[in-house]
């Protein structure tokens, strides 16, 4: 068998192929598939016959209940008299049942008629279909309305239907295929045609009696209902078989046709005009007519059962041809598998380790290499080809036949892929050395640039040139940030290096101070308790920074965007909400994936750079991000801050430096005013409690520095805490027309309560005058030559800003 098998896996598989159709092929010669389909056709014929025999017999029997049901509605029409009527409609109402039961019948046959049909035959049986949806419409209006219909339009409306459905006896004979089925088919139908002319006689001649005159018309149609039956029953006899004439001469007899033959006589002899001689009344013809086509219902009921068991015999034996060839055909079907089977072992064993190796290859050894690409020393010490041979593993090749060459082609494939893979790690790997080496000298010149910004603020005693010099300070902290998005998007980390943790409000403020319209930010409830871990603090000012750039660059110029934080359980939730038109639910969806799944650096990335680096950063340090539609208008977005990135309880919940205000819970704290000149500025409060006013101090953040040795901030006078240009003291932002004092931007009733949006710096540090430059005096310009010392500890974000040192008016040098 191993010899056999060997054997086998060298040959081609067009030869494997005609071994396996050379026993089924010749089987199926043998046993004469044609014979079979031919069987299997007539048998589908059969059961349609059987199928239109029995519709042909539903439309006769509801033919015969539409016949009566049509008299009785003449009788109703041409009553004389109340009581007359009365009986007839009882009459007509009773014909209902036996008629709606036979519609049902015929409705069933109807629906088993599936596969192909002639068109007029469809659109045959769609007339009759609408017809009888239609008949209660009709009885309705004759046992309510009768008055409204006469008795020509009552006969139409019942002829029609009854001459479709003759055409479906008629027509379903010509469907039968079976040339004896057809004959017996068509003799039922002729006995229904002859049928049907006695009934038009029966209602013609209850007319005539109920008018009492027989008109010339009258006497024409009445000759042309003899006429009609004379022709269907000689139709009849050229179709029918020896024993269904004979079935009909012995059933079609008895006093009721006697009777009617005498009725029929009398209205034959007599001529137009006035009906004097006749003998019988409407009801006593009405009812040998009634007897007469009883009759001939039995002819046609036998000769409808006779058909239905001929073709279902029929349909059994095609049946019986069926399985029997089918039988056959299957055991020589069997015999050739089983010796094919050892044939196609071969061929399934080769493609099964080819498909085998192939998955594999597909979901692990792919996806390894190029989890393996990601390593820059494999792009930088070898070539994309070296690396393609040491990491792709090739499938064995087992044969020499089709399918070893097949798992050649798919080893060069792979091969190939892993070496594709290779130069595209590359590429992206110089690529991303190209965007961290320019984000690294723009970086350094941005520096240089704020530097020279700082110092030539140092000297400035202009304030509008002074104001001009904060914008572009604060375009520069701006351009910074983008080439931080630079290099977040190479892969790259930031140069600052942070040591200590900071609290969640300085990193808002931080990340507050690289917005453009950052007085448009507003502070809501923020957990005080909440603290950043060192490692992760430059990261969340950057994401932070990206949100608040987004809700306010996509929310109208007057609005405001609203920022709480709060803690929950072990994590915390931060909540960044605009007042912008909001996004459709659609391309909602789509940006939470985007912020779930960072995409790959492409085109489409430098055009919404901030979703993908907050995106980046998110995944960096397990901080999920969602946006969400606001309560009522604009969009929020939901920053889940992990555990991994806060800092305990324990460490989170220290006490105060010496000389800061002890802030507590989640209600801001009011700061108390010096009442003695401080040697040394200490951390303030970063959101201080309302003043007098209502509103948040500018600039209540801990950007003041230290001062130097000796000093003693004075309390009144040009530069005093009171005095012109100082704190709270006219022009000052707390002044009069200041930032925060009456009249000004953040006057009461002006932004909510807790506003800082004038507090925050470019440079991540909180100062006074940031947004709202002072006008220089003689006391202020000498306050502004001191160079009090920041604590880095208050900052917050320290490596967000620029590294400590000497500032001038409470501003801290360029890195």
Sequence with gaps: MRGLVGYLRDRSIGFKLGLIMLVPTLATVVVGFGALANNIGTAHDADRARILAGLSGDAGLLVHDLQDERAAAIMVLTAKDGDTQKTATATYNGLFKASDGASKDYTTHRAALTGLLPPSFRALLSSIDDQLGSLPTLRQQLVNGGSQIIPSTATFRYGNLISSLLAIRDSSSQLAGDSALSYEMRAAAAISQAKEYQSEERIEVLQILNAHELKAKDEHDFIGTLTGQDQALAAFKVVATPAQQALLNQLIA????????????????????????????????????????????????????????????????????????????????????????????????????????ALAVAQYGLPQAVARLRDPALSTQMSPHEVAMQIAEPLPVRGRDEFGQVTEAFNAVHLEAVRTAAEQAALRSSVSTMFINLARRSQILVDRLIGHLDRLERGEEDPDRLAELFQLDHLATRMRRNDENLLVLAGADSTRVQREPAALIDVLRAAQSEVEHYTRIEFGVIDRDIEVAAHAVNDLVHLVAELFDNATAFSPPDSTVIVEARRVGDRSVLYVEDHGIGISPDQLAELNERLATPPMVDVAVSRMMGLVVVARLAARHGVKVELRPAPERGTVADVLLPTSVLVGRAVAGRGPTAGTPLVRDMQPSRPATPTHPRTSFTPLALESGPTAGGRTPAGAGSG?????????????????????????????????????????????????????????????????????PVRPTAATAAARTRTPTANPASVGPATRCRSAGPATGGRSTAS
């Design 704 to 772: 003041f520095g230290t001062a130097p040795t000796g000093y003693v901030a004075p309390t009144s006078g040009a530069g005093g805490f009171n005095g012109p240009g100082g704190f709270a003291g006219p022009g000052s932002v707390n002044g009069p027309s200041g930032y925060n004092g009456p009249g000004g931007y953040a006057a009461p009733n002006s932004t909510p309560a807790g506003s800082t949006a004038a507090a925050p710096v470019a440079d991540g540090r909180y100062r006074r005058g940031r947004t709202s």
């Design 254 to 357: 008895g006093p009721d046709l006697r009777e009617a033959q005498l009725y029929q006589n009398q209205i034959s002899a007599a001529g137009p005009g006035v009906l004097n001689a006749i003998s019988f009344t409407p009801e006593q013809w009405d009812n040998a007519m009634v007897g007469w086509a009883n009759l001939m219902r039995k002819v046609e009921q036998r000769i409808d059962d006779q058909t239905v068991a001929d073709a279902t015999a029929l349909r059994d034996r095609a049946q019986s041809q069926v399985y029997l060839y089918s039988g056959l055909l299957a055991g020589l079907v069997l015999v050739a598998v089983l010796i094919a089977w050892f044939v196609a072992r071969s061929m399934a064993r080769s493609l099964r380790e080819l498909r085998h190796g």
